[in-house]
């Protein structure tokens, strides 16, 4: 199971970016995956989760309304769209799948599915 985030940058507050999770070892089609982000010195928390078929969406109450989850099973890949983002958005990105093994972490957000395998990340630094 591999998962390699893409898409993160410098962007001015207002901005949008589009970030891309390519998936390996694993259909996305059989899992729910995720998206979570980790700031400075602080835990890492999740933002946004789908499920396997991509019909339900769960997101955190600081992202509601401006990111969007979707996944392109056909293509094993995770997006996420953020937009209108803000200084405190700054942070670095991971994807996450439920496949692989052990107890797995919640994502929050009313999201029902543990994510056991998260990617590299791709760094997100959103400026005044």
């Known amino acids: 199971v591999q998962l390699v985030e893409s898409g993160g940058t410098l962007v001015e507050a207002g901005g949008s970016l589009n970030l891309s999770c390519k998936a390996s070892g694993f259909q996305t089609a059989q899992y729910a995956m995720a998206w979570f982000r980790q700031a400075p010195g602080k835990d890492r928390v999740g933002v946004a989760c789908?499920?396997?078929?991509?019909?339900?969406?769960y997101y955190a109450d600081f992202v509601k309304g401006r990111f969007t989850v979707s996944k392109d099973n056909a293509k094993n890949l995770l997006f996420l769209q953020m937009n209108d983002l803000k200084p405190e958005d700054t942070g670095m990105y991971y994807c996450?799948?439920?496949?692989?093994?052990?107890?797995?972490?919640?994502?929050?957000?009313?999201?029902?599915?543990?994510?056991?395998?998260w990617g590299q990340g791709t760094q997100v630094t959103v400026s005044t």
């Open positions: 789908i499920n396997l078929s991509g019909a339900h969406l």
């Open positions: 996450a799948t439920e496949a692989g093994p052990g107890p797995g972490r919640s994502a929050g957000g009313g999201c029902p599915y543990r994510f056991r395998v």
